[in-house]
């Protein structure tokens, strides 16, 4: 009975490096992200849905109940901010190892070293790293795009890896519904119009997917918003108004952080960080170029026939150039002889066995026909990647690095192909026989020399953007940790001045975290009743608010920071008990 092998089980030996970089990105994220790291605005609104993080922040209309779903086997029971980091490392690495595990199967790669290379390069990137143990939905929904290409461009995929790409749909969809459809629709379109990749699995597979990650979005616009139409107006007012609009440089300017750049007219990128754009550009065109049709594809190159026996089978003597002795043929082992003689006669009986199928010499090469070129499955991974990024660089007026991370992680695996081509050749130099008894004598031809020099330059490209990357990560966050503190320090001074639940709160831009902190609530735009304090920072109070008292918040991150707390009311007197005449 022949041997089954599904689409998650190649050899042991071919995950070895993807699982190593997955253990790298893993120990990286909790070395440079601690997980006592305060939990974020976003995060808030997420683990409030739990009772151990009562109470409950506004759940706005752009935001899905993906993340909820993961963090909540530890949020449901557990307000531990180190338990649920901890967690979501797991989490991540575990999506990692399953989003570029897929590639593994993929014919273009040729090597499973390029798949853990690939996921180093997206594992590397600083905003990778930082959102490894955070309660954020990016991530997954790379993963889960990564592994849905992935599984798609597989030859012969069955209905396990149409399950997985499946799968894959839905997470992404689930935790972004634009992200998770615009993965879906090149792939359809792929399934419908390529020939070598339409079927009936890919094709239900896909819609499948991405219909099941979204029916929990479309059921909460009906319940909570009236239809999909007006939940989607209400998430453009809660971002800015999306609108046809070219926020690319917004985009480009967060690759050095900050985590939110909203709005980022005073914000430019640093010359530092714009390696990673530069280096991901190169290696990607490399990638490409090196897929280039050549005279067979890997199912149609024959196997070698030979019938070699101790005595007449010699390895092809080496060529010398002018000047050199050649080296003599060196006879086969007997190991060699055997193993040869061992196939020859399987395939002898395999091809006597076959009716009508007399013996016949191997069949020739034909040349591949367009849908076999092996740039096309590179071709689509760009398209998928440009697709997911276009709706951030037309329409949303902020930028996030956290946005684009689905096209980072596409984009590595062209990029680690590309990165295996440049350094492709062998780094032995020609050895050249002065004599017949002399010592060979190592020569570098131009060719190697170039060779060389080009690979030593790219390793010194790659140890500067893994420090770039390390130290950017490092430095954002020290910033988060230092800005998320000051929540807890305005907090202290509101219960100093009597400010306590119930309560509610106004003023700054950071008012829903700040609220959560202090154990009051976020005034709401519909309230009539005046808030019982303002927070503000470098800002002028309302006029209604000008004979607050100010409370300066001491030994903040962010310098500026005030609390507006309004006078006492005055104390009424009873006329019937005042003694004084």
Same mark, same amino acid.
């Given at each position: 009975m022949p041997r089954v092998r599904f689409w998650f089980a190649p050899t042991r030996r071919a995950d070895l490096p993807l699982l190593a970089v997955c253990g790298a990105f893993a120990g990286l994220s909790l070395a440079l992200v601690p997980p006592t790291l305060p939990l974020g605005w976003d995060e808030i609104v997420y683990a409030s849905r739990f009772p151990p993080y009562a109470p409950a922040t506004p759940f706005s209309a752009p935001r899905?109940?993906?993340?909820?779903?993961?963090?909540?086997?530890?949020?449901?029971?557990?307000?531990?901010?180190?338990?649920?980091?901890?967690?979501?490392?797991?989490?991540?690495?575990?999506?990692?190892?399953?989003g570029f595990r897929p590639w593994l199967r993929v014919t273009v790669v040729r090597r499973p070293a390029v798949v853990g290379v690939a996921a180093g390069l997206y594992g590397s990137l600083w905003f990778a790293l930082f959102y490894a143990n955070s309660a954020m939905p990016n991530h997954y929904t790379a993963m889960g795009a990564t592994a849905a290409v992935g599984l798609f461009l597989g030859a012969r995929p069955g209905r396990l890896a149409h399950a997985g790409i499946?799968?894959?749909?839905?997470?992404?969809?689930?935790?972004?519904?634009?992200?998770?459809?615009?993965?879906?629709?090149?792939?359809?379109?792929?399934?419908?119009?390529?020939?070598?990749?339409?079927?009936?699995?890919?094709?239900?597979?896909?819609?499948?997917?991405?219909?099941?990650?979204?029916?929990?979005?479309?059921?909460?616009?009906?319940?909570?918003?009236?239809?999909?139409?007006?939940?989607?107006?209400?998430?453009?007012?809660?971002?800015?108004?999306?609108?046809?609009?070219?926020?690319?440089?917004?985009?480009?300017?967060?690759?050095?952080?900050?985590?939110?750049?909203?709005?980022?007219?005073?914000?430019?990128?640093?010359?530092?960080?714009?390696?990673?754009?530069?280096?991901?550009?190169?290696?990607?065109?490399?990638?490409?170029?090196?897929?280039?049709?050549?005279?067979?594809?890997?199912?149609?190159?024959?196997?070698?026939?030979?019938?070699?026996?101790?005595?007449?089978?010699?390895?092809?003597?080496?060529?010398?150039?002018?000047?050199?002795?050649p080296r003599p043929p060196v006879p086969p082992t007997p190991h060699q002889v055997a193993r040869r003689q061992t196939r020859d006669a399987r395939d002898q009986i395999a091809r006597r066995q076959t009716p009508g199928t007399p013996n016949q010499t191997p069949r020739q090469p034909t040349p591949p026909t367009p849908h076999q070129n092996p740039r096309h499955p590179l071709w689509l991974t760009l398209v998928v990647a440009g697709a997911v990024a276009l709706p951030y660089l037309l329409l949303v007026p902020y930028g996030a690095p956290r946005f684009l991370l689905p096209a980072h992680a596409l984009l590595a695996i062209p990029a680690a192909l590309g990165l295996f081509t440049? +350094?492709? *050749? @062998? #780094? %032995? =130099? $020609? /050895? &050249? !026989? +002065?004599? *017949? @008894? #002399? %010592? =060979? $004598? /190592? &020569? !570098? +031809?131009? *060719? @190697?020399?170039?060779?060389?020099?080009?690979? +030593?330059?790219?390793?010194v490209l790659l140890s500067a953007h893994l420090a770039v990357q390390l130290l950017l990560v490092l430095g954002n966050s020290r910033i988060q940790a230092g800005a998320r503190g000051d929540w807890g320090r305005i907090a202290h001074v509101l219960h100093e001045?009597?400010?306590?639940?119930?309560?509610?709160?106004?003023?700054?831009a950071s008012v829903i975290p700040l609220a959560y902190v202090s154990g009051c609530s976020a005034a709401r735009e519909s309230d009539r009743r005046r808030p019982d304090a303002l927070v503000l920072r470098e800002k002028r109070p309302p006029p209604w608010a000008r004979d607050w008292r100010r409370h300066p918040v001491p030994d903040t991150y962010a310098p500026g920071w005030t609390v507006l707390v309004p006078p006492p009311a005055p104390v009424m007197r009873n006329p019937a008990t005042d003694m004084r005449s």
């Open positions: 899905t109940r993906g993340v909820p779903l993961l963090i909540s086997p530890v949020a449901a029971w557990s307000d531990s901010t180190v338990l649920l980091r901890l967690w979501l490392t797991l989490l991540s690495t575990a999506a990692l190892y399953l499946a799968v894959g749909l839905a997470l992404a969809a689930l935790m972004r519904p634009n992200d998770g459809a615009a993965v879906a629709l090149p792939l359809l379109v792929a399934a419908l119009l390529v020939p070598a990749w339409r079927t009936r699995g890919r094709v239900l597979a896909v819609v499948g997917g991405v219909l099941a990650g979204l029916l929990p979005w479309a059921i909460e616009a009906y319940l909570r918003f009236g239809g999909v139409r007006e939940r989607l107006t209400a998430a453009s007012e809660v971002q800015g108004g999306l609108r046809p609009l070219a926020s690319i440089e917004a985009q480009f300017t967060v690759l050095d952080g900050p985590l939110l750049c909203r709005p980022c007219a005073a914000d430019r990128l640093g010359v530092a960080a714009a390696e990673w754009l530069i280096l991901l550009s190169l290696l990607m065109a490399a990638g490409v170029r090196s897929a280039r049709p050549t005279a067979s594809t890997p199912d149609q190159t024959p196997r070698r026939q030979t019938t070699a026996t101790a005595g007449q089978f010699t390895r092809r003597p080496t060529t010398a150039t002018p000047g050199q002795v440049l +350094t492709a *050749a @062998r #780094s %032995k =130099p $020609t /050895p &050249v !026989h +002065t004599s *017949a @008894r #002399s %010592k =060979p $004598t /190592p &020569v !570098h +031809t131009p *060719a @190697r020399r170039h060779r060389l020099a080009l690979t +030593t330059a790219l390793a001045h009597g400010v306590r639940a119930p309560c509610v709160l106004d003023g700054s």
